[in-house]
């Protein structure tokens, strides 16, 4: 719980504590609207309240609750939208207390498991999920890839490598303007947000963002920290992706690109927030250097 309380006071602050002093009275009421028993906190919570529960009739179910009610109605809006097409279900929404009530995979192993001893296998089923998500659009959305992106033209100048840095920012824009193919996104496709239930493997904890589908892939974890210095790291990041390239019908050349452009906002995230981007900048180094 300690990673999630500092997390909750670092991001939000006073808000945040006073979240945190309600949330026991919070679970505490949402176990009664929705007939919940066997409630058990997950260990590994980072930025929302998770647990694990079981109904009235003992049919097992997801809690989550969040201090923000943005990324949550954001979330709701995600899984509504996917419907079980290769998601976790939702099954009920609480707007006071900014709660899901989802569907609980068992047994629950993550993909991440599995990588990357069994890498084929991990993007053959990771291929499966993207092609039960992407549909085309229907409705309005309102956001955008370009939305996020627009974080590499705030980095502060000596955070990130210039050269990394604008040669991101020219390739996003490139793409941008190039994309043909619109759908609904995860929008954070990496392993650790696909679990398995049952004999199938299913999302979870959307964005909903709308973009090209390879933007999506871009957020497959192609290199394994273990393997980052490794010296065929190269050959493993081209065979990853050729394979992932033919599963989907990707350009294999597209989809490189977007992975330089989302290890590069994923280091302008880092920096927005505080934090450490050397390891992201040390992936674009052994991959596109």
Known sequence: ?????NNIRGIFGQKGEVWLDRLPAVVSS??????LKNIAPVPNMTFNYVAKATTESNHPVILKISCDAELIDVEKHALAYFNGSGSI???DFHALHHALLL???LPGTTLKFLYPHQMDFVIDAYS???KQLHRPLVGQHPLHISDWLTALDKVPKGKLPENFLT?????RDKLLASSSEYVFL??????DNIIQHEDRWLAIDPKGIVGE???EVAAFDFIHLSEIDHADCKALFEARVKRLSFNLNLDPERLKEWVFVRILLSAAWWVEDCGDPSKDVHLAERLFS
Do not use: R, S
């Open 103 to 105: 569907q609980q995979a």
């Open 30 to 35: 949402l176990a009664q609207h929705w007939k």
């Open 128 to 130: 499966t999920v993207v």
């Open 186 to 191: 995860h929008g954070d496709l990496h392993h």
């Open 213 to 215: 589908p390879a933007f």
């Open 167 to 171: 040669k991101a920012m020219a390739i």
């Open 89 to 91: 279900k939702l099954i």
């Open 1 to 5: 719980m300690e990673p999630f309380v």
